[in-house]
């Protein structure tokens, strides 16, 4: 009697050598545009964040990783999706068509090429409407108070950036909210990270924004942003602990 044949394994997935993150929360009308301007050979992570549109399942028929983040917050959704990370270098994007991902790549060269650690896109709208005048002073405010923290001459705290994997989570990134951005670049900063802006055309957004399409959305995005500013630096002692060391 012939022996049966063993089953196949199914040969392990290599990792990318760049991943994406996109948090997502109801970006059904954005997401083609987004995953099909993914450079090719790099992995989509889409970060579902509660999404009510099918967002999650066209993300998968589109080719992307999904994962899923139950926790409200954008912070909480670009976490999740750098944990679920493999490659080298991660990259992050906003999934509403206002950024183009494909734009990232002279970003990741020059994290590769050792030119930077960190590499932000500093927005330049393009057409009416790309960057709501709250928004657009809201960020302006932070850029200002990040100077002052850390002597950074930042002009744009956006969403498109790319940096090592290893390295940012030994950052120990906890904000998960609207901070995350900003506590990314300010430990970035304390760590003696080499941070670089280029310039990127920044586009009306598919649907409305969750965070800074109102006044009082910037406001909060401002205020838990702030929050991140007051942090002192790793190893700096505060009042508390000189009182207590002085007991």
Not at 146 to 168: N, Y
Request: charged content about 25%.
């Amino acid at each position: 009697m012939a022996a049966s044949a063993s089953p196949r394994r199914a040969s392990p997935r290599r990792p990318a050598p760049v991943d994406v993150v996109l948090p997502c929360l109801d970006e059904a009308a954005a997401l083609p545009w987004v995953l099909a301007r993914i450079p090719e050979g790099w992995r989509a992570i889409v970060v579902d964040n509660g999404s009510t549109d099918g967002s999650a399942a066209l993300a998968r028929d589109l080719g992307a990783t999904v994962v899923t983040e139950p926790r409200r917050g954008f912070g909480a959704a670009c976490h999740a999706g750098l944990l679920a990370a493999d490659a080298d270098i991660v990259c992050f994007c906003d999934c509403d068509a206002s950024l183009d991902p494909g734009l990232l790549a002279p970003f990741v060269q020059a994290v590769r090429d050792g030119e930077a650690d960190l590499v932000l896109g500093r927005r330049r709208p393009q057409g009416r409407g790309a960057w709501p005048p709250h928004a657009r002073f809201g960020n302006l405010a932070l850029t200002r108070m990040l100077r002052r923290r850390t002597g950074l001459r930042l002009h744009d705290l956006g969403p498109l950036r790319a940096a090592r994997r290893g390295a940012l989570l030994d950052l120990d990134l906890t904000d998960r909210r609207s901070g995350y951005p900003l506590q990314m670049v300010v430990r970035a900063a304390d760590a003696g990270w080499r941070i670089a802006e280029r310039d990127v055309p920044y586009h009306p957004r598919t649907g409305r924004s969750k965070v800074t399409g109102t006044w009082r959305g910037t406001w909060h995005a401002v205020r838990d942003m702030r929050g991140v500013l007051r942090q002192p630096p790793p190893g700096a002692r505060t009042d508390a602990t000189v009182k207590e060391t002085a007991r």
